[in-house]
Every structure is written in structure tokens, then in C-alpha cells.
């Protein structure tokens, strides 16, 4: 008889185990298919019901600035206004060459005279 308890009570504490093990392996499953439903749909919580979708310039209004506050500025604002300072700096200088090179005439050319002219450049 001893043996036969024995049997029976390690049957019960492997039963145990087993439908613990289930329990929680069913509910790290549930866990993880809310935290992608999250991911996907935040604020979705499938008991409250029906998920409707809200515009979003009327939930999100940007805060009011102040008259004097400025945004940040980003590290590619910066970088997009030297591009565009460059830019403007080689075209204007350009036109310049190219205008100067038109309207000198070929006769009265002296190199010094230009040569003084756009040292500083």
C-alpha cells in the first residue's frame, strides 16, 4: 500500500506542476499578445470594446509659444542652413565671374586691375 500512495501522491505533484506550468505559459502568451496589440494600437484594451479613431491635429494641438520662445534647433537645421549659405555663396559668386567676364571688354583687359579687385575673395 505504501507504494501505491507513494505513486499517487508524485502523479498528483507531477499534475500540479504540469497544469502550473500551462497556467503560466497560457498567460506569458496572453502577455505578449496585449503588449503587440499595444504596439500596434496603443490605449487599445480589448475589454472596453471597440477601439474608434480620433483626428489627429483635434487630439494633439501644439502647446501655445511665447512671443519670444524659439524652437531648438536640430543639428540638421544647422547643417541645411551652411549648405544653403554655400550655395548662395558659390552661385552669387559665379554670376559675378561670369557678369564680369561679359562686360570687360577684351581691349582695355588689365589682369592687375582685376587682380586687385578680387584679392579679397
Given amino acids: ?30 502577455r505578449r499578445k496585449r503588449e503587440a496589440l499595444r504596439r500596434v494600437a496603443p490605449g487599445f484594451e480589448p475589454s472596453k470594446g471597440v477601439l474608434t479613431p480620433t483626428s489627429l491635429r ?35 559668386r559665379r554670376s559675378m565671374d561670369s557678369t564680369s567676364a561679359r562686360h570687360t571688354p577684351s581691349s582695355s583687359f588689365s589682369g592687375s586691375h582685376d587682380q586687385q579687385h578680387f584679392s579679397g575673395l
Fill in 58 to 92: 483635434k487630439s494633439i494641438s501644439p502647446p501655445p509659444l511665447a512671443p519670444n520662445a524659439t524652437l531648438p534647433r536640430s543639428i540638421m537645421d544647422d547643417l541645411v542652413d551652411q549648405l544653403e549659405a554655400m550655395d548662395t555663396a558659390a552661385t552669387t
Fill in 1 to 30: 500500500m505504501t507504494l501505491e500512495s507513494s505513486r499517487q501522491s508524485t502523479l498528483a505533484a507531477h499534475t500540479s506542476r504540469r497544469d502550473a506550468f500551462l497556467r503560466a505559459r497560457e498567460e506569458e502568451k496572453e
